[in-house]
């Protein structure tokens, strides 16, 4: 008796599977996925790997599809990026969205013309030893740390206490509107009331 055939539904369903993630090996890069009453290898999943490559892991719990080629699921690879009630899509609408494990988003709405990235919390680091330029109005609030040159095209308003730690050059005029100390061996300008200039006031 000759063997019998599979049947196409066999075979579709030996070919593609549908599953969840169980284990995630993130320093291997491999995941570990259940498809029903099976439980698969450490599996590697798709991502552009290339030239262009990018790390973004799938998660425990994760709906998954399994591609098996040639129906051997050891040869199996993950095709994550399924939405589930366990792991809704963290947007609607027009938007462009990234979001992270610990709820960190990037958004951009092409119709507002808006990007907004909100940390959960930490910090942003940029390094870039060519140098950084912003060419927009800013408003900045919170604390800021920048180590080398920095250059201002603009005017510029600072609400609160500003401490220079090295030398400032002023190239204009300085209007100073309260209390001015300068260190031992500064020269600075006198102005009387009427706007006449003075002498110099040279401090001890």
Not at 16 to 25: E, L, N
Not at 89 to 95: D, E
Not at 173 to 199: E, F, R
Request: charge should be negative; glycine fraction near 12%.
């Amino acid at each position: 008796m000759s063997a019998r055939e599979p049947h196409p539904n066999e075979t579709i369903g030996d070919l593609m599977r549908f599953g969840t993630v169980d284990s995630v090996d993130l320093e291997a890069g491999f995941a570990v996925v259940k498809a029903g009453d099976v439980t698969t290898p450490p599996l590697r999943w798709f991502t552009p790997a290339g030239g262009f490559s990018i790390w973004c892991p799938p998660s425990v719990g994760e709906q998954v599809l399994l591609v098996c080629p040639e129906g051997d699921i050891e040869a199996a690879v993950i095709m994550h990026g399924i939405f589930s009630d366990t792991n809704p899509p963290p947007a609607s609408g027009l938007r462009l969205v990234l979001k992270t494990p610990d709820g960190t988003t990037i958004d951009y709405d092409p119709e507002a013309h808006k990007l907004t990235m909100t940390l959960s919390g930490g910090s942003v680091e940029i390094v870039a030893p060519a140098g950084v330029s912003l060419i927009a109005d800013m408003d900045v609030q919170g604390n800021v740390t920048i180590t080398g040159d920095l250059t201002v095209s603009g005017g510029g308003d600072i609400a609160g206490d500003l401490s220079v730690d090295g030398s400032a050059a002023v190239s204009g005029n300085l209007a100073v509107d309260g209390t001015s100390t300068l260190g031992q061996g500064a020269i600075k300008p006198a102005m009387l009331s009427d706007g006449t200039p003075a002498t110099k006031v040279i401090a001890k």
